[in-house]
């Protein structure tokens, strides 16, 4: 490609609702543009990236064994309807009418689709297993679209579906994708890590997602020192406390905060630790509402909490409303002593272990202080209920527990018979028996992860792409050209010699000033450069520089080819 004829369109300032760096350097570099919220156009730069970023993903799940599918974005109600995933799916499912009334939904995934032909095409288990993909637009209606590419509302994933007799071959693919996805992301020339994840009902090592690590990263993932053990903070175990609850020792003591209702106030006014405290939170459960307790510096983990039989599937605090309405405060004085008696207790572990701890005393503008357990609190249940902090013990024993931030750029699962048991796709297994076949579901957020290498690779300059996802990998930079047509000719000779050796490279031709050019390439991150200059040209050398190297060299033609191959 030569410049001169290509689009680009490349801006210094720095966009000022952009809030990380990707998004920035998107925007700086003219890769993306923005048409509505979450909805961008890739410009003929980005989609270069996008395209090898999608070709490494293909050619990979290609050699796993997986066939390409192709299925519409366009779904209609009644799929969803089966799996009860029309309502349940929530607000993020963008739903559409056509001329006739029937309702659809752009699709934000495609376990329905995959699941309808695979009941239609497969019948016998000599067709198994088998695994789908494709390389589709997604939609998904999300609450806070933000970071450009990185958390879209329409957004290009790889998603793959695997179908099985037995729950140990969909174990087996499991494994060949998690392969397979390990060198995906090698290849893609990014940090990652692979942590286990949250798998609803299914439980065990039933799920995990890749993560690009980056400080902008949305996940946290708690990961120990002294083992392999990584997991999606979500799921991460509080392992319970070595101690025993210690005996009581003060009386239970209300005492006046008439301002103070968090657990930092709280804990300054009365001079305690908030390790000594407990916070409560009241939640909305199935029958009323339930009291949620951990320790004052710990934090609720949501997921944990949707997880326990007295909620419905998902935690919502209550209102100031429906609190006042049953105990007769604010939320900032709530406590587990002295609680109207219908309301379930369920305690951290690190929190059921505390004695004469400070809570609040349910009433405006007081605490108590001497609180205990047992003596002036019911407990209903203890369980895992905190999110991990570093610090605390590895759940499997090894090691202490560190966090870091992570992009999801993959999720694998194994979802067992849930779709296609509420579908109905069996098969006839060799007794002639009709069986509920497993499955498997294997997504990469492809979009997200032109953001997320963008996370990893930058400096002040611009983009720092590695070698296997850059727009171009070479660019030759032609000074003066017009000054003296040889140095066109070398410039378009070296060119034309990259191109036939198979080298990605792009011909900076547009006749700008050298500063100005330069700027362009390292702003939109080419990872080789080539100057051909007069001076070069005299000397019959060019001057070539690594993207992250801090100096040029003066190099022949064929020390250059060397660099590059
Ligand atoms: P997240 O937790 O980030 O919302 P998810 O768990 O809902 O993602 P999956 O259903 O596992 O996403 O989708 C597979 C992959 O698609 C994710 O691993 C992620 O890389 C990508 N992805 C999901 N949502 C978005 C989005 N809004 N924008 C861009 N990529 C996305
Ligand atoms: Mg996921």
Known sequence: MRLSRFHLSTVKEVPADAEIVSHQLMLRTGMVRKLAAGIYTWSPLGLRVLRKVEAIVREEMNRAGAME????SIQPRELWEETERWQ?????????????????????????????????????????????????????????????VMRAREFLMKD?????????????????????????????????????ADSG???????????????????????????????????????????????????????DTPRQKTIEEVSSFLNVQPAECVKTLIVRGRDGLVALCVRGD???????????????????????AEIE????????????????????????????????????????????????WGRDAVISRIEDLRKVVVGDPSPDGQGEIRIARGIEVGHVFQLGQKYAEAMGATVLDEAGQKRVMYMGCYGIGVSRIVAAAIEQNFDAAGVIWPDAIAP??????????????????????????????????????????????????????????????????????????????????????????????
Request: with cysteine.
């Open 201 to 255: 009902a299914i439980g065990g090592d039933a799920s995990h997602e890749f993560h690009v690590l980056a400080d902008s990263g949305e996940d946290a993932i708690a990961f120990s020192t002294g083992s392999e053990y990584a997991a999606n903070i979500e799921l991460a175990e509080a392992v319970a406390p070595g101690q025993q609850r210690p005996p009581a020792q003060s009386p239970l003591t209300r005492v």
């Open 69 to 72: 599918v192709l299925m519409p």
């Open 298 to 320: 710990h934090e609720i983990n949501e997921v944990k909490a949707q997880k326990l039989a007295e909620l419905p599937g998902e935690s919502e605090l209550a209102s100031e």
């Open 325 to 372: 309405a049953v105990v007769g405060c604010k939320p900032g004085f709530i406590g587990p002593a002295g609680l109207p008696a219908g309301i379930p207790v369920i305690v951290d572990r690190a929190a059921a272990v505390l004695a004469d701890f400070v809570c609040g005393g349910n009433q405006n503008g007081s605490h108590y202080t001497g609180a205990n």
């Open 160 to 196: 793959a579906y695997s179908f099985h007799l037995t729950q140990d071959c969909l174990a087996h693919e499991y494994a060949n994708m998690y392969a397979a996805y390990t060198r995906i992301f090698t290849r893609l020339g990014l940090g990652f890590r692979a942590v286990q």
């Open 472 to 565: 171009w990998r070479v660019a030759v930079c032609v000074i003066n050209p017009k000054h003296d047509p040889a140095i066109t000719a070398a410039a378009d000779a070296l060119y034309a010699d990259l191109c036939a050796a198979g080298i990605d490279a792009v011909l900076d031709d547009r006749g700008l000033r050298a500063g100005q050019m330069f700027a362009d390439i390292e702003l939109i991150g080419i990872p080789h450069r080539v100057v051909v200059s007069e001076r070069g040209l005299a000397a019959g050398t060019f001057e070539y520089r690594q993207r992250r190297a801090s100096e040029a060299e003066a190099l022949s033609r064929d020390q250059v080819f060397e660099r590059l191959r």
């Open 88 to 148: 349940r799916f929530g607000g993020q499912l963008l739903k559409i009418k056509d001329r006739k009334e029937q309702e659809f939904c752009y699709g934000p995934t495609h376990e329905e689709v995959i699941t309808d032909f695979a009941r239609q095409e497969l019948k016998s288990y000599k067709q198994l297993p088998l695994n789908f993909y494709q390389i589709q637009t997604k939609f998904r209606d999300e609450i806070r679209p933000r970071f450009g």
